[in-house]
């Protein structure tokens, strides 16, 4: 960890499964729009470390912290432990998120649970853990999927966890507005192959919609420094698939 740039007054920001792939392009974005971050992993630790290196040489303060998210009181613990580094909290970017196949016909309710759990569970509960610490001006981006719109079979579970996000963003921002904390969604298309899937099926997913993490990332700075007037949100990045 190193200390702010003196002289400078940098927000704080924390990227749950922000040490790998589209998580980690995020959590450098907002290193480079001035903050200093903090990203949550599990299993991720090498790549943990990684990550805060290469946030520390784009001049941010940077933490990992590790904490399992299907456990809510793990996620409130890891919070608040991410405030306490980086000496409060000014944004929540909740990223962390499974992502498997679940065939109708052989979904086990572990599986069901899991994605649940970890996709939308834990932004709730992440989020109710930092609305208690941040200040006045704060903001809570949720991480959604335009899958939500899209019907793929074969992924229900996955895409009732990402349409519950949808709902949360929006419920968050009714519930948050009196606080001043603002509360929006980003909901990518298709922007970087799952290390499990083959590439002949991720072409059938992503045709010629296929765009990059720091098109996300572009859309998640804009949230996380937006005016409190913009709340309640979700902005596809997709390349026009959707519309």
């Given at each position: 960890?190193?200390?702010?740039?003196?002289?400078?007054?940098?927000?704080?920001?924390?990227?749950?499964?922000?040490?790998?792939?589209?998580?980690?392009?995020?959590?450098?974005?907002?290193?480079r729009?001035?903050?200093?971050?903090?990203?949550?992993?599990?299993?991720?630790?090498?790549?943990?470390?990684?990550t805060?290196?290469?946030?520390?040489?784009?001049?941010?303060?940077?933490?990992?912290?590790?904490?399992?998210?299907?456990?809510?009181?793990?996620?409130?613990?890891?919070?608040?432990?991410?405030?306490?580094?980086?000496?409060?909290?000014?944004?929540?970017?909740?990223?962390?998120?499974?992502?498997?196949?679940?065939?109708?016909?052989?979904?086990?309710?572990?599986?069901?649970?899991?994605?649940?759990?970890?996709?939308?569970?834990?932004?709730?509960?992440?989020?109710?853990?930092?609305?208690?610490?941040?200040?006045?001006?704060?903001?809570?981006?949720?991480?959604?999927?335009?899958?939500?719109?899209l019907?793929?079979?074969?992924?229900?579970?996955?895409?009732?966890?990402?349409?519950?996000?949808?709902?949360?963003?929006?419920?968050?921002?009714a519930?948050?507005?009196?606080?001043?904390?603002?509360?929006?969604?980003?909901?990518?298309?298709?922007?970087?192959?799952?290390?499990?899937?083959?590439?002949?099926?991720?072409r059938?997913?992503?045709?010629?919609?296929?765009?990059?993490?720091?098109?996300?990332?572009?859309?998640?700075?804009?949230?996380?420094?937006?005016?409190?007037?913009?709340?309640?949100?979700?902005?596809?990045?997709?390349?026009?698939?959707?519309?």
């Amino acid at each position: 960890m190193i200390p702010s740039r003196a002289g400078r007054s940098r927000r704080r920001a924390l990227v749950t499964g922000g040490a790998v792939r589209v998580g980690r392009a995020l959590a450098l974005a907002l290193a480079r729009a001035g903050m200093d971050v903090a990203i949550a992993y599990h299993r991720s630790r090498a790549e943990a470390r990684a990550t805060v290196r290469a946030l520390e040489a784009e001049g941010a303060r940077a933490v990992a912290v590790r904490a399992d998210l299907g456990d809510p009181r793990q996620a409130r613990r890891m919070v608040e432990a991410a405030a306490r580094a980086l000496g409060g909290l000014d944004v929540l970017v909740n990223s962390a998120a499974r992502f498997y196949r679940t065939p109708l016909a052989s979904t086990t309710p572990e599986q069901f649970d899991d994605l649940l759990g970890v996709n939308l569970r834990a932004a709730f509960f992440c989020a109710q853990a930092a609305a208690r610490l941040m200040r006045r001006g704060g903001h809570i981006v949720n991480i959604g999927d335009v899958v939500t719109e899209l019907s793929r079979p074969a992924w229900v579970p996955y895409t009732l966890s990402k349409a519950g996000v949808l709902a949360l963003t929006r419920g968050l921002a009714a519930e948050l507005r009196p606080q001043g904390i603002a509360v929006n969604c980003v909901a990518p298309g298709a922007v970087l192959k799952p290390a499990a899937m083959s590439p002949r099926r991720w072409r059938r997913i992503a045709g010629d919609h296929e765009g990059h993490p720091d098109d996300v990332a572009a859309a998640v700075v804009f949230f996380a420094t937006c005016p409190r007037y913009i709340t309640g949100q979700v902005l596809a990045v997709d390349g026009g698939e959707t519309t």
